[in-house]
């Protein structure tokens, strides 16, 4: 049964603390991309990443930080840097060069 | 910068009748498209999608249109039905790059 998860569906946090998002994928795909999504802005590219221990900023990485240690994780750790945290964050993976991308069911982080 | 626009924020349409939701790209290198649906407090999920070279790809209810002149393209449902009521995004890529995603369309098919 591949998909992939994202771990917990809702995230509450109190202002000043940092918050790692979990993302894991069992599809086998390379590439690993993390969203946000505010009321009427669509989904705005963060971080992605196209192999293992290799990571790109995407539109608005300021406030946020990645990892990819192995190819069926990549969580986002979002910061206190970050000025405006509350939101919907989407993880999706697809496969090297592909265009379409498979999506978790999101988290929901409010933060307080 | 928005390389890909949905200038309609939302739709309205009966069950029964076709809906035609719309997308606009400035990028000239984009060389795929993507059509997702999005339930509330859910992850997008792909419903189709049609490459540069081709300019009509269907899928049961489902049809996506590409004028590459225009730089347009569009999603028809027919027939449409209730449970089709969802946010709709456009998204386009370059050479299998990331996706550019567009604003999305709410679509409300009303019974």
Not at chain 2, 63 to 89: E, R
Request: hydrophobic residues 30%; proline residues 4%; contains cysteine.
């Amino acid at each position: 049964d591949g998909g992939i998860t994202q771990s917990p569906k809702y995230l509450f946090r109190k202002e000043g603390q940092n918050v790692t998002l979990s993302c894991e994928q069992n599809l086998n795909h390379d590439a690993m991309y993390w969203y946000r999504q505010d009321p009427g802005q669509g989904l705005r590219l963060i971080y992605y990443s196209q192999i293992v221990n290799d990571f790109q900023k995407g539109d608005i990485a300021e406030g946020y930080s990645v990892s990819r240690e192995k190819k069926e994780s990549f969580p986002l750790t979002v910061t206190s840097a970050q000025k405006n945290p509350t939101a919907f964050y989407l993880c999706a993976s697809s496969m090297y060069g592909q265009g379409q991308q498979y999506f978790g069911p999101g988290t929901r982080l409010t933060v307080t | 910068d928005q390389q890909v626009k949905q200038n309609s924020p939302s739709l309205s349409v009966q069950e029964g009748r076709i809906s035609i939701l719309n997308c606009d790209y400035t990028n000239s290198m984009f060389d795929y498209f993507l059509w997702y649906k999005k339930y509330p407090a859910e992850g997008p999920t792909f419903l189709i999608s049609i490459s540069s070279i081709k300019d009509k790809n269907e899928d049961g209810r489902f049809t996506v249109f590409l004028n590459k002149s225009a730089k347009h393209l569009s999603l028809h449902i027919v027939p449409s039905q209730p449970g089709d009521s969802a946010v709709y995004f456009c998204a386009a890529s370059a050479y299998g790059n990331k996706l550019v995603f567009g604003a999305g369309t709410i679509l409300r098919v009303k019974s």
